[in-house]
């Protein structure tokens, strides 16, 4: 706990740490029990790992930091964290990350993701640096985003603002799942690409679609890639004939015309009755707060498509 | 077999049956190609609906004439153009490691393919073909011009090739680490694929391969005059530097439009050329037409593979093709060794 590994901790700290550690161990717990020890030690261990010059190389991770207080402890968020608007946006690279470049912030914390080009040796770089780095890896579910949050809150010390927001969400969705959960399954084509690439309901946001009971064409798939993208053939979507179309490629100009002009397209129950949904842009790749604003998007979405 | 052409004289270097065979081969597997698929159409209707007869309606029609036709048909064409251009490639250079994207074309087409990849992002086909087409002839002209008048040594060329190659790859590879998001796409486009052919592709492209493919078997008999050294082909009334360079002008030509409709898929250009060669046991570029024909045919089974084996999923069709491909290589190289020796 005391070991010299934060390389920003004010001078005074060790000495009086040491100090409250050794005359602990020579008088058992009695001492630090005292309430005026008690106060000294917990400041001493706040001050010395309690982060508050933070890198946030995810974008997901910069959403939860900010909703759940920490917003202030940040000094630098990668390029691509665009929310929230007051996030210190950087030129900072999560996918390809310079170890110099991060280390010129001078961070205490840093968060990488375990997608980024290798990310085991720039964890390992960073921590030769005594930075200390909280290794995120993408969650595949709910229980994963809440894990994240309820992590970055210990790691902040925001314990129980995290807590409030993992309930709060917990309750929102809730609310959103019950009111627009379908009673009979239809069925949904998720667009990655014009090539057809698409989720299936082993996905974080397949898991979503599962959530309102819609039966999802791309799990038919779902042996073709052990993470649940496949490729679908074209003709297999056409004898699917799903009922509902996500577009998360819309951003790009995919629209409901484009796919409708597709040989087969036109007749599919989706494009026929104007079922087709462009996506908005980040909020279904955000695992953190704004996933209430993805349920309730879903759940107006699917409102009268039989 | 010597004493045989000497009775029959010089125009049975090349035995027509085997052509005639390898169409016929064509034939099937394009009719097999267009039976498979993940809806059922019956044989009789789908003959019935390709004469003009009353077969197929609706949804099912559309399948056939709209989905899997131009499909087996593009694929048909790509694969005749990087077989004949890798058998000219390999008599151009006298190199039987040469491929139709030694010259650059590869790089070139998978820079142009990135910069469109990375900047439509999610609409990747909008604007790839084009990109890919210049990149490739761009990079291959740039080979050209770098070579300059040392062209009459085919190894500056082939260097040039692979330098320009490795310089557009270098940049591909710099935009993809800036766009991580193409990273797929790219990846994919690389081991090709066929996933959006229709009519509009197959008719652009049919115009490029199949006119480069008839000037290629136009000039192959004089394209056997490159075998012998350039002081024996002139003295056959050739001149060498001409001739490569309309080949290559040719070849390139299929090359790119294949690569900007399919992607890069490989190992076609090498293993059916040597195929052919190794079966019949003839090295004449008469085989042009059947090469071209056996290529076809084998880009056609690939493609039904890569749609198939993974149904309703698809396999990029470049991991079919080598797959299938190496180890029937190796088999064919393998045994003629073994009747030579």
């Known amino acids: ?306 | 077999m010597f004493s045989k052409n000497r009775r029959e004289g010089i125009g049975e270097i090349w035995n027509w049956q085997i052509t005639a065979t390898c169409a016929l081969i064509l034939f099937i597997v394009g009719a097999l190609a267009i039976s498979f698929g993940p809806i059922h159409l019956g044989i009789a209707d789908i003959a019935k609906t390709l004469i003009g007869m009353d077969g197929l309606h609706g949804q099912e029609r559309t399948v056939l004439l709209d989905l899997r036709l131009p499909r087996m048909i593009l694929a048909a064409l790509v694969g005749a153009a990087l077989a004949t251009s890798g058998a000219v490639y390999q008599t151009v250079f006298r190199n039987p490691l040469a491929d139709p994207y030694l010259l650059g074309a590869a790089g070139g087409a998978g820079l142009g393919a990135t910069i469109a990849i990375t900047n439509s992002g999610g609409n990747i086909y909008g604007w790839l073909p084009i990109f890919s087409f210049l990149g490739a002839t761009l990079a291959v002209a740039t080979s050209f011009f770098i070579s300059g008048r040392f062209f009459a040594e085919p190894n500056t060329l082939l260097l040039s090739g692979i330098a320009v190659g490795s310089f557009a790859t270098a940049i591909q590879t710099y935009l993809q680490q800036r766009h991580s998001n193409a990273l797929r796409p790219v990846y994919n486009w690389i081991l090709g694929e066929l996933t959006v052919a229709n009519w509009s592709i197959v008719s652009w492209s049919s115009v490029y391969i199949l006119s480069s493919i008839a000037v290629l078997i136009s000039i192959s008999k004089k394209l056997d005059g490159l075998l012998l050294s350039d002081e024996e082909s002139f003295s056959l009334g050739i001149d060498p530097n001409r001739l490569r360079m309309i080949a290559v002008a040719a070849a390139t030509l299929a090359t790119a439009t294949a690569v900007s409709a399919s992607g890069l898929i490989g190992f076609v250009g090498i293993v059916v050329p040597h195929l052919v060669r190794g079966i019949t046991h003839r090295v004449t570029n008469r085989s042009l037409l059947t090469i071209s024909l056996v290529g076809a045919a084998f880009l056609v089974v690939a493609d039904l593979g890569a749609r198939s084996l993974l149904s309703p999923a698809e396999l990029p069709i470049g991991v079919i093709t080598a797959f299938v491909g190496a180890p029937f290589f190796l088999f064919v190289l393998r045994t003629r060794r073994i009747t030579h020796s």
């Open chain 1, 1 to 306: 706990m005391f070991k010299k590994d934060h390389i920003d901790r004010p001078v005074w700290v060790s000495p009086v740490a040491s100090f409250v550690m050794v005359l602990s161990l020579f008088t058992g717990q009695a001492l630090s029990q005292q309430p005026a020890f008690a106060a000294l030690a917990s400041l001493a261990s706040l001050a010395s790992q309690t982060p508050h010059k933070i890198i946030s190389l995810s974008p997901s991770a910069t959403e939860d930091l900010f909703a759940i207080g920490a917003g202030p402890q940040v000094i630098a968020v990668d390029q691509l964290s665009n929310y929230p608007a007051t996030a210190p946006i950087s030129h900072l690279d999560a996918f390809t990350p310079n170890v110099e470049a991060i280390a010129a912030y001078k961070p205490d914390l840093v968060i990488l993701n375990s997608g980024a080009t290798k990310a085991a040796s720039i964890k390992s770089a960073l921590q030769k640096l005594k930075i200390k780095v909280y290794f995120e890896s993408a969650p595949t579910d709910m229980t994963g985003a809440y894990k994240e949050i309820a992590e970055l809150g210990a790691l902040t010390g925001r314990g129980t603002q995290s807590q409030k927001l993992i309930r709060s969400m917990q309750n929102s969705i809730k609310k959103v799942i019950t009111s627009a959960r379908k009673k009979t399954s239809i069925s949904i084509y998720h667009e990655l690409d014009d090539t057809l690439y698409s989720v299936t309901s082993e996905t974080f946001i397949g898991k979503v679609y599962k959530d309102f009971n819609l039966l999802n064409v791309a799990d038919a798939a779902a042996k073709a890639d052990s993470y649940g993208y496949p490729q679908l053939t074209p003709e297999y979507l056409v004898q699917a004939n799903p009922a509902l179309i996500f577009l998360s490629d819309a951003q790009y100009g995919t629209s409901a015309a484009s796919i409708a002009a597709r040989p087969g397209w036109s007749t599919m129950k989706a494009v026929a009755n104007n079922h087709v949904v462009a996506l908005p842009e980040d909020i279904p790749s955000r695992w953190g707060p704004r996933l209430v604003d993805f349920y309730q998007f879903i759940a107006k979405s699917i409102l009268g498509v039989n």
